[in-house]
């Protein structure tokens, strides 16, 4: 007999070929489907291409209700980070007296040496909020409108002075325009929503201006040049007057930016670490503000950003959870990124130059967080809340409960954080605290391959959260020891300690 | 690291496609789901190991092998059992 003769049949053989084509057809049925979902979810973000299993949603329609008829415009000057407003539930002697232990606490920790609160760990954290704000002389990034006087350079021409036709593009165009220059620039995403008559509910009364110095703990209000308000005019373009913000009263977009922080650092408890990390996004933001400021006006359009400190005129994290960059947590202090997870910043922008906007949308984050309560169960004074579902009302704080709240608005259905509570413990620590960020499920690297698994089942299903959620406290993911803070200087990390390849599909980077 | 691990796996597989012909095993049907399923789960053991001391989270890690890593051998060790047996009664 040959000694090439098979031992396979014909009908095994047969049969073989047919397991194999079949085999090939599935991978090729299954790859353009998902590729086509790509390509689908791609075009509704523009150049941005999404996970398959990120769902979108109509404008105007995120995974919180909202009531656009019971919104109300904010006045910025009473958010809890300006001492008279907290001196307004506390008393004026609280307020001091938190100031005074927070200054004890930090110099305790620097005599001490204590593990992220040494002498380095302090510098690193003043060091990394260098240009955070305008208050600072030499540091004045930060303006409503950006540099308005063309410069031999730094300073972008208008095409008025280079005698050509401002840039004219299609809102779909500018959009991926405009994501290219910003992701450029520093931005880690940019995303758009018309800043329409709902949107205009969110713009906020007055900015914070000087607001947080405390002198005004003793004489309320501010003048109106110290704290300015921001108006809408039937002029074309915006400016600044002596005590407004003016606004024009035509077609404009609000650019949401999404500035990632350093997820490491993060989960650093209340260490100066952590500060440094937080203080990174206000001053990657300043520059991002400037430019994009700059860039516009050399198109022939304008920017109106966060005239001088840390606010600007819309809440940001409204901003992400409507244009789609975000959903909402369970804290409401912040929302949660599909892509970057909780430990992200966000910024708003407002401009004249056409954008398309993007959809919200479901990831199943907000619906996640209706079952996992590990940033509430994380928050040392019980600020976050445990309710099983999502209100409409606002609770007053357990710290004032006689007093109505003045520091959020009536309008949507969140779970309500007292963030009167929060501001108390978070001001008294050497560094503040931001333990619920950090200890979020969705605070994960991207290296091992069970997130992506995880976001893409709690994407699909809500059935598995409550399993994933005791998983991932199983799996032991979260805070690190306070002990074990300094060895965030013997690592190796990425530029600006974050993971800028998210979002990129072009180059290789990935 | 994939691509030697797609290598070892790749020879893994060549070597018992060689060793059910050599041995006359035909495989049942649920041999090989039981076999695939246990190497998937080796797979992404492997990975989710390797990978979760990247991120700097060893507790993860070693739960890893624990939580996946302890089912995928028993998967394999009934799918060989279930063939070698098999063979050693007919």
Redesign the interface.
Known sequence: MSNFHS?VSRRDFMKGLGLVGAGLGTATATAPLFKDLDDVSSSAWGNWKRPWWIKERELGNPTIEINWNEMQRFDLRENLWMPHALASYVGVDKVLQIFHEKGASQAEGLKNNKPGQSLRDLALASASSTFNTSYVPGQELKTWLGPQKTEFSGVSATPEELGVPKWEGTPEENLKMLRAAMRFFGASQIAVSALDTNERKIISTHDTGNAHNYNYLYSWPPPATDAKAFVFENVDKAYEGNDKYVLPDKPLWTVCIAVQMSK?MFRHEESHLRMAANSSRYRLHATIQYLTQNFLRGLGYQGMGYPKSYWGALPAQATAVLSGIAEMGRNDNYCISPEFGSVCGYFSLITDLPLMPTPPIDAGIFRFCHTCRKCAEACPVGGISFEAEPSWEIPPSAIATDKPISFSTPGKRTYHTDALKCRLYFDAQPSYCARCMGTCVFN??T????HELVKTTVSSTGLLNGFLWNADK????GLVPAEETSKWWD?SLPLYGQDGSIGATDGGYK | MWFLIGLVVGSLITALIWWIKKAKANLKWYEWIIGILGLALLLFTVQNFFASFAELEPTAAYTFLLATGLPSLIFLVVAWQLVTRRIKSS
């Open positions: 031992t490491e994960t690297n290296s091992a391959m069970v199983a799996f032991g993911y690592l």
